[in-house]
């Protein structure tokens, strides 16, 4: 993106999801118009839960870039390079990052190859570059892990010419016992410019190792701190919890031992206090034994004798109603006599008047209907009017009392239960001669069946 791009992020305008949460590893470059890059700026910056730029994040880039140490050549010279072990600002040397120049993923190559893309579509420009004037000998910068860069056009190299105008070196050597001696002098200064760089790149090199060395140690130190803090604490756990359990094995020893004891102790007088109490029991069932029975006893003999009074007074009871019977059976005899005495003196003169001048005595009875009464029938049907009209109707006096009961109230008397009779409307029989006990009072269903008119009579 571009520097305005990056500032609009800064300012909170946009935010960048995809790397909320995390530090970012970015890159401020420097390019001239042929897509070269001439400053670059290793530095960080991290986004918060939102992805948002940190607000407090403030590093002067251009000012980074512009004084800023060299770097590697990338097309256009020595870069201006600033990074962490590199920083003209010292206090900002903690928010850069040292690039990374192992042959694999070198960061220059990889920025390089980057810019030659031209993602951003950057403009470009074709004019050739300026001649270069040609300048003292200065040392080559050293290479930072890059690939050597394609060979300088003879013009940027001294030359030295002969009569003929033809090239006869590309260079220096020091073994030329012609050279004069600030050639000399300044061949050994290009050489120890180029030691310098190599030692500087070096140093750069072993510092980032350092750091990295730093980092990996320091996490590994963390890393065994924590297991070992861990490892203490679970070795302190367990030592207490150890020193625990003995704790509580001492107490439970100690708290068996006092209970056995004192289990041996309540044995022994759970024993002597059974031996006691067997003993006492025996006294003691044997006494209510004794007492038992003379209570039984002394009970039996109350008893007997309440019963004997009982007894006693029921045959004088008995014996007062047999005397009351006696009595009554005799003032009933009496009474009879006189009844018969009063009737035969006064009732039957007034009947036999009564008859003398026409009276009938007629009653009526269901069954026999109206029936008249004799004047010397009369003492009998007063003493059983029932018995009277059975013998009218020629049946007996239980028949005729059974045949009344249906007569009345007419329904079947099959018995259904030993308390339960069916009770169905059956016809009624209106004379008592006709009427036959177990058939005409009961119904269809109850009634006996008769096989006399299925029977037939063979002669031989």
């Known amino acids: 993106m571009t520097y305005s791009e990056f500032e609009a992020i800064l300012d909170g305008v946009v935010g960048m999801d995809d790397f909320a949460g995390d530090t970012l590893k970015a890159v401020f470059v420097v390019v001239n118009g042929r897509l070269k890059v001439t400053a670059a700026v290793l530095f960080k910056v991290g986004f918060d839960r939102q992805g948002y730029a940190d607000r407090a994040w403030n590093l002067p880039l251009r000012h ?4 800023g140490g060299s770097g590697p050549d990338m097309g256009a010279g020595a870069i201006k390079l600033a990074c962490k072990s590199q920083c003209s600002v010292t206090w900002h040397a903690s928010s850069l990052w040292d690039p990374d120049m192992s042959p694999k993923s070198n960061t220059f190559v990889r920025l ?13 420009s074709s004019e050739p570059e300026p001649p270069l004037v040609q300048a003292p000998p200065q040392a080559a910068p050293p290479n930072w892990g890059m690939p050597p860069s394609q060979p300088q056009p003879p013009a940027s190299r001294p030359q030295q010419w002969g009569q003929g105008g033809d090239t006869i070196n590309s260079g220096w050597d020091s073994d030329d016992s012609g050279l004069t001696e600030s050639q ?3 061949l050994e200064q290009e050489h120890r410019n180029k030691i310098a760089a190599l030692i500087k790149q070096q140093r750069l090199h072993i510092q980032t190792l350092k ?3 730093e980092l990996e140690l320091q996490g590994t130190r963390l890393k065994l701190e924590k297991e070992l803090e861990l490892a203490r604490q679970e070795v302190s756990r367990l030592r207490n919890e150890h020193e625990s359990l003995h704790a509580q094995n001492i107490a439970l020893r100690e708290q068996n031992e006092a209970q056995r004891k004192q289990l041996e102790t309540m044995k022994r007088t759970r024993q002597l206090e059974l031996q006691a109490a067997q003993q006492t029991e025996k006294a003691e069932v044997e006494a209510l034994r004794k007492q038992y029975q003379e209570q ?3 009970k039996i003999q109350e008893e007997t004798a309440k019963l004997k009074e009982d007894i006693e007074l029921r045959n004088m009871e008995l014996m007062y109603r047999h005397d009351v019977a006696k009595q009554l059976r005799e003032e009933l005899t009496h009474l009879r006599k006189d009844k018969i005495r009063l009737v035969h003196e006064g009732g039957d003169k007034f009947l036999e008047r009564l008859e003398a001048l026409g009276v009938s005595f007629i009653a009526f009875h269901p069954g026999a209907g109206h029936v008249s009464i004799l004047l ?4 009998s049907y007063m003493e059983n009017p029932i018995a009277y009209a059975a013998n009218k109707c020629l049946v007996s006096e239980e028949h005729y009392r059974t045949w009344l009961d249906h007569y009345q109230k007419p329904e079947c008397q099959a018995p259904l239960s030993s308390d339960k009779k069916c009770g169905c409307r059956i016809g009624r029989v209106d004379v008592p001669s006709q009427f036959v006990v177990g058939d005409s009072d009961r119904c269809e269903k109850h009634k006996p069946r008769s096989y006399g008119d299925n029977v037939v009579t063979f002669r031989g």
């Open 64 to 67: 980074l870039a512009d004084t």
């Open 112 to 124: 390089r190859d980057a810019i030659a893309e031209n993602r951003l579509c950057l403009p470009t």
């Open 184 to 186: 000399l002098a300044a």
């Open 211 to 213: 750091n990295e060395a």
């Open 296 to 298: 039984m006893k002394q």
């Open 376 to 379: 010397s029938d009369m003492p």
